[in-house]
């Protein structure tokens, strides 16, 4: 009878001092993964606010007078894409 291997990630060995050692038969585990995941994305709301408002300082800086251009400034600074020099010269 073949066995499956487990799936047990870096983090779980990392984390298995405070979520227990789930993989082994009879641990017990302590946590609840609806509130760590509330805190996941409360941690990074809090850090795209910060980065969202060091964009905002920064197009202040660069003249951006209207909230309409310091909001388009954001979103095309902090997108993954990086913009064509068409999308560039239209702004």
């Known amino acids: 009878m073949p066995h499956d291997p487990l799936r047990v990630s870096l983090d779980d060995l990392h984390s298995a001092e405070t979520r227990g ?5 009879g641990a017990a585990w302590s946590g609840d993964p609806l509130v ?7 941690r990074a709301s809090t850090r795209q606010n910060s980065d969202e408002n060091v ?5 202040k800086r660069q003249g951006m007078n209207t909230d ?20 560039l010269q239209s702004c």
Request: aromatic residues 8%; proline residues 3%.
């Open 21 to 25: 050692k789930w993989w082994l038969v």
């Open 68 to 87: 309409i251009r310091r909001s388009i400034f954001v979103v095309l600074m902090s997108s993954d894409v990086r913009p064509t020099k068409s999308c």
């Open 55 to 59: 964009l905002l300082k920064l197009a």
């Open 36 to 42: 760590e995941a509330q805190e996941n994305s409360k």
